[in-house]
């Protein structure tokens, strides 16, 4: 993988169970070394207009969507605003978050019925990889992030000027510019700039994972 890891498929559920017994991860680890580790699949959605109230980081937040949405208990694994807090607009009440659960079927059961976070129901979609945009110079076309980045100096992905996005005090929609569109009235990071857009649905085309609403099954209505 690109980030040094490696997926292992197996061959059949039987060899899956063996290895989620924690002796016999051991046993396989012995033959790659002392800091590898394994990490089980994740299953990632975004949820769209939950109230701002949710908190991402409380176990007793994941317990309620778990019993709320007859999950089995651990279902919920992380979850985290999609949009940073600072971004958000002054009165703005809700926002989407990612929520990544520890299998196919929880992911889907709430993409099928919907969940209830802070008294309101809520859907989520599956969390599709997006084209990697770099954060130094917010291009989509270099297949590079900002580690990598070949430019001298870091163009803010709010206005289009020389310094990072953290740093910029424009607050003003209108005076925002995108260096990717060559226009003003959005930034580079928005997700409705058409050449995100146009990027997004060319991307999708080759995704085989898009042309699914749910993660595959043995259920047939998820196919």
């Given at each position: 993988l690109t980030h040094g890891g490696i997926l292992?498929?197996?061959s059949d559920p039987a060899s899956a169970t063996w290895l989620s017994i924690p002796g016999n991860r051991s046993i396989f680890l012995e033959h790659f070394g002392a800091e590898v580790i394994i990490k089980d699949r994740a299953f990632h959605l975004?949820?769209?207009?939950?109230?701002?109230?949710?908190?991402p980081t409380s176990q007793i937040a994941y317990s309620d969507i778990e019993k709320k949405g007859g999950l089995q208990p651990k279902?919920?694994?992380?979850?985290?605003?999609?949009?940073?807090?600072?971004?958000?607009?002054?009165?703005?009440?809700?926002?989407?978050?990612?929520?990544?659960?520890?299998?196919?079927?929880?992911?889907n059961q709430i993409i099928r019925h919907g969940i209830v976070l802070e008294g309101k129901k809520v859907y989520g979609r599956k969390l599709l990889p997006e084209p990697t945009r770099c954060l130094k110079c917010h291009t989509f076309d270099g297949g590079h992030i900002a580690m990598e980045c070949q430019q001298e100096h870091d163009t803010c992905g709010t206005c289009g000027d020389k310094h990072r996005t953290a740093e910029c005090e424009v607050n003003d929609v209108a005076l925002y510019h995108c260096v990717n569109c060559k226009t003003s009235g959005h930034a580079a990071w928005s997700r409705e700039c058409p050449t995100f857009t146009a990027k997004w649905e060319a991307y999708k085309l080759r995704n085989d994972e898009a042309q699914y609403i749910y993660f595959p099954t043995e259920d047939p209505l998820t196919w």
């Open positions: 292992y498929e197996l975004i949820v769209e207009n939950v109230p701002i109230s949710f908190n279902s919920v694994l992380k979850a985290r605003y999609i949009k940073p807090i600072a971004r958000r607009f002054p009165n703005q009440r809700t926002a989407h978050i990612a929520l990544t659960l520890n299998s196919k079927t929880s992911a």
